[in-house]
């Protein structure tokens, strides 16, 4: 029998060395940084670390594109091994040959080809503003338990949540893994690696601490569309 799913994917050299220790070096001298808030606000307890948005500022543009971009490749690859992720919440059709509408299953996504897949996905989904984020050595973290979706903003643009990511930029530390609870798995950090999962509380999951060195990250969120957007004519 094969081992159940978890999940939680990890994908090396998502993004290169000499572009990780780049924004590494900027995100150092930055005088933007702020510290690190959780969904109610600023509790060092929980989450102690420097953060700096940079979607929407000009400054970081190209940054964030080239992130982006490393993760919608990233993400890509995640629909096509659990094309769940779109078809069980939203139950898609699209035309066939024929013309006729038909619901996509998930053995219709291995072989799909890459622009009908990458225009399923923005259809769909949306990437969320990334957050830089610096833990120091022996005292940064996030060791709270937790999970990405949470009902606080009236808006529900947090509920909105469906994946979670991680882009680590370096990995000249010890420890410092992203431990998810559940799935007793720890992610070890490496340079340019992405981690992709779920946002839900099935996958409940902290930010151990890193030691001899400090450990920077890109992390974000990949959200549905908004109900206007997916459903125009409701």
């Not at 094969?2 to 995100?27: G, W, Y």
Request: glycine share 8%; charged share 20%.
């Amino acid at each position: 029998m094969a081992d159940p799913a978890d999940f939680i994917e990890v994908t090396d050299a998502a993004l290169d060395r000499a572009s990780c220790e780049a924004i590494v070096a900027r995100l150092r001298g930055s005088r933007d940084l702020q510290p690190g808030r959780v969904g109610g606000g600023v509790y060092p307890e929980l989450k102690h670390s420097r953060d700096l948005r940079i979607s929407g500022d000009p400054a970081w543009r190209e940054v964030e594109q080239r992130l982006q971009q490393a993760v919608f490749a990233g993400l890509l690859a995640y629909l096509r091994k659990y094309p769940q992720v779109l078809i069980s919440p939203l139950m898609l059709q699209q035309a066939d040959a024929t013309g006729e509408m038909r619901r996509l299953q998930a053995g219709d996504f291995p072989a799909m080809g890459e622009a009908q897949l990458v225009e399923l996905a923005r259809t769909c989904l949306r990437p969320g503003a990334i957050n830089l984020q610096w833990y120091g050595a022996g005292e940064g973290g996030y060791p709270y338990w937790h999970c990405e979706l949470y009902p606080r903003d009236p808006g529900a643009e947090t509920l909105h949540r469906h994946l979670l990511w991680t882009l680590y930029l370096n990995d000249d530390f010890a420890e410092g893994e992203t431990e998810f609870l559940f799935q007793q798995r720890k992610i070890a950090p490496r340079t340019g690696s992405l981690l992709i999962a779920p946002t839900a509380f099935t996958h409940t999951h902290r930010g151990n601490r890193p030691q001899h060195g400090d450990k920077f990250i890109a992390t974000s969120w990949i959200l549905f569309q908004s109900a206007e957007h997916l459903y125009p004519a409701a």
